[in-house]
Nanobody
Framework: VQLQASGGGLVQAGGSLRLSCAAS????????MGWYRQAPGKERELVATIANGRDANYADSVQDRFTVSKDNAKKMVYLQMNNLKPEDTAVYYC???????????WGQGTQVTVSS
């Protein structure tokens, strides 16, 4: 499985960004996809995951601001981030886990920096 994330950048507080992740080497429709993030000096934490398109799961800190979506035909997963806050600053990692496997895969990470 290979995951290629893009879309990070620098944005002011209150702004928006959209992250994208392209997957290959996977039966994408039968996998849970999503995003984790890791801020400096902190552990990696869940941001959002999605399995079949109707069961998105969010961290409390991003609920109602972020939206995760999955396009099985394109093998893409997206994270729309609105009303960004400085505490959202982190490296964001695309995540994959096939339903038939306990193994997780991670992309290379994309930096999101929110200035106050």
């Amino acid at each position: 499985v290979q995951l290629q994330a893009s879309g990070g950048g620098l944005v002011q507080a209150g702004g928006s960004l959209r992250l994208s992740c392209a997957a290959s080497g996977t039966t994408f429709s039968m996998a849970t996809m999503g995003w984790y993030r890791q801020a400096p000096g902190k552990e990696r934490e869940l941001v959002a995951t999605i399995a079949n398109g109707r069961d998105a799961n969010y961290a409390d800190s991003v609920q109602d601001r972020f939206t995760v979506s999955k396009d099985n035909a394109k093998k893409m997963v997206y994270l729309q981030m609105n009303n960004l806050k400085p505490e959202d600053t982190a490296v964001y990692y695309c995540y994959h886990r096939a339903w038939s496997s306990a193994r997780s895969y991670w992309g290379q990470g994309t930096q999101v920096t929110v200035s106050s």
